[in-house]
């Protein structure tokens, strides 16, 4: 079975506060995601990387950046964290040709990061 | 503006009875995806279906696919407490429209009473 994992289940940070998210997947995944989840909204795309040193921008990137260094693991950064960036962030990864065009198949979720940003 | 729309928002039901949610999109697809949510934790997919099927099923799920439509259903048949969670559905763009990316409804909040 696919597993994916985030650092931390619960999280409170102060204003201000450089915040690191980490995901880690098992199953030598080439693409993996970062989401945000917030009542009315539904998830939202924050970045994402098809492959090791690349990344590139989902549809709110604002305030965020990203780091992937080892295949498996995939760092969301928060510079300096706001309380509008409180949420619950989702990591996802899926198997594929990096930068297929047949690679939208099946998304394995991590058990998600409540940040709580006082 | 998110792809895909769930409907209803919030469905409450009979343990026993079956569910149906619906899901409408806007643009071509590859593929189809449904996803349950339980409270508080990470997304599970539940069922592929691309855009050349019309119907799959999966143990007590079964979905349709009406691209002419732009929709897709949902149904759980002799629901259990256990199916109570969120429901989203994700649609795959079509080859060469937008980048590999999933893009995710709203979700159906379902509810089974005992």
């Known amino acids: 079975d696919v597993k994916v994992t985030q650092s931390s289940r619960y999280l409170v940070k102060r204003t201000g506060e450089k915040v690191f998210l980490e995901c880690v997947q098992d199953m030598d995944h080439e693409n993996m995601f970062w989401y945000r989840q917030d009542p009315g909204l539904g998830l939202r795309l924050i970045y994402f990387?098809?492959?090791?040193?690349?990344?590139e921008k989902g549809d709110i990137p604002e305030g965020y950046s990203v780091s992937r260094e080892k295949k498996e693991r995939f760092s969301l950064i928060l510079e300096s964290a706001s309380t509008n960036q409180t949420s619950m962030y989702l990591c996802a990864s899926r198997s594929g040709l990096a930068g297929g065009t047949y690679s939208t198949d099946t998304q394995y979720f991590g058990p998600g990061t409540r940040l709580t940003v006082l | 503006s998110q792809q895909g729309e769930e409907d209803p928002q919030a469905l409450s039901i009979q343990e026993g009875e079956n569910a149906t949610m619906n899901c409408s999109y806007k643009t071509s697809i590859n593929n189809l995806q449904w996803y349950r949510q339980n409270s508080g934790r990470g997304l599970v997919h539940l069922i592929l279906i691309r855009s050349n099927e019309r119907e799959k099923h999966s143990g007590r799920l079964r979905v349709t696919l009406d691209t002419s439509k732009k929709s897709s259903s949902l149904l759980i048949t002799a629901s259990r407490a256990a199916d109570t969670a969120s429901y989203f559905c994700a649609t795959g763009p079509a080859l060469l429209q937008g980048a590999q990316k999933l893009v995710f409804g709203q979700g159906t909040r379902l509810t089974i009473n005992p």
């Open positions: 990387s098809y492959d090791v040193k690349m990344k």
